[in-house]
């Protein structure tokens, strides 16, 4: 029987498809500890510059490492400690907030039938019409008979026990974050010396290969610099914005809304939502909501628009579409980790592949 062969062009496109679909694969099998990877990467890059500095005051990288740690684990103990109460209050009036705000809707649909009523109200009419025409009087419907599940009950320990479940994997894994983060950063330029000897013997080479892993390393520590500061930038203005309005845990709000605004379109999107049924619950007042959410909406506008765009574009041209995609992809493949860790990752892509290809 005779064989079909291939092409090298088709041979070589299929494999490429082959090995992608494999590395998706792996991606979603390897979730936590590939991004936990990412995690302790993201953080040694924006660390770093203050190991650096350090070292450049004459403490050993060791010592700086361990300074930089642990004032970073302190600094997220404290601002957790401090917004407990707030949160813990934001999400025991959840379920009010919900009620109260489903109230509200149905109030101002009172007294105003709907398209679907209005549609049933007609069709009950000609069916009238036609039969009384017809001469036979319409039989009156059976009314559906009403099927109730109950669920089964609620059993505490099997809650308590799925929930500490929950809490130890979450602890552990910013455990394994917090140190891969101190070893990257405690290893310095070592991966950087490994890739320079793998170069070969040649003084060109070497030269080029230390160019482009310096701008690499640059572009990358420029663009979470430039993530912290947007982000602390949207917390300040937003707990100014809700205080001043006089929202109730307004640093919580505001917490929450610098952590949101890591996904574009939809993060700024969520914490409006969030913050005007807060304002709804506590005010009683549609304006309000519609006031406090506004407020919400229009700082992540302006900093994303102005000064985010602004300070990417210097670093790595990101076209909308390819950013939208690489949003979708990773919030398909991860969920919420895809969805937060998403623009980082397209732009580490894209400045290697500006440096290497």
């Known amino acids: 029987m005779p064989t079909v062969q291939m092409p ?57 490492t361990g300074i930089v740690m642990v004032g970073v684990v302190c600094a ?20 009010e907030a919900v009620s109260k705000f489903s109230a509200g809707l149905a109030s101002l649909r009172k007294g105003q039938a709907s398209t ?21 009087a319409s039989t009156p419907r059976q009314p559906a008979t009403r099927v109730v599940i109950d669920p089964p009950g609620f059993k505490l320990g099997n809650f308590l026990w799925a929930g500490s479940m929950g809490a130890a994997g979450l602890v552990g894994q910013a455990a394994m974050v917090l140190f891969l983060t101190f070893f990257l950063l405690l290893s310095g330029d070592t991966y950087k010396r490994k890739l320079v000897r793998l170069a070969g013997p040649s003084l060109s080479n070497k030269k080029i290969t230390v160019h482009i892993l310096d701008d690499i390393n640059e572009s990358i520590q420029r663009y979470m610099f430039m993530l912290l500061a947007t982000n602390a930038l949207v917390v300040l203005l937003t707990w100014i914005a809700l205080r001043w309005l006089g929202l109730e845990n307004a640093g919580a709000w505001a917490v929450a809304a610098g952590l949101l605004h890591l996904i574009p379109y939809f993060g700024p999107a969520v914490t409006a939502a969030g913050v005007g049924m807060a304002a709804f619950m506590q005010f009683d007042a549609l304006s309000m909501a519609l006031l406090v959410a506004g407020a919400s909406l229009a700082i992540a506008t302006v900093v994303g628009t102005f ?7 210097r670093i790595a041209r990101m076209n909308t579409a390819a950013v939208f995609v690489s949003l979708l992809f990773w919030a398909w493949l991860w969920g919420i980790w895809g969805m937060l860790l998403s623009i980082p990752i397209t732009v580490i892509v894209k400045v290697v592949a500006q440096h290497v290809c």
């Open 8 to 64: 090298g062009a088709g041979r070589s496109v299929a494999l490429s498809i082959l090995a992608a679909i494999a590395v998706v694969f792996a991606l979603e099998w390897a979730q936590s500890f590939v991004i936990s990877l990412l995690l302790g990467i993201l953080f040694s890059y924006t660390l770093n510059p203050l190991v650096v500095w350090l070292e450049r005051i004459r403490i050993p990288r060791v010592v700086g």
């Open 76 to 95: 997220l103990v404290l601002g957790t400690y401090s917004l407990r109460g707030q949160m813990q209050t934001i999400l025991d009036q959840l379920p």
């Open 116 to 136: 679907m009523q209005k549609v049933q109200s007609a069709a009950s009419e000609i069916e009238k019409a036609t039969s009384q025409a017809a001469g036979t």
């Open 307 to 313: 000064v985010t765009t602004w300070m990417t574009g």
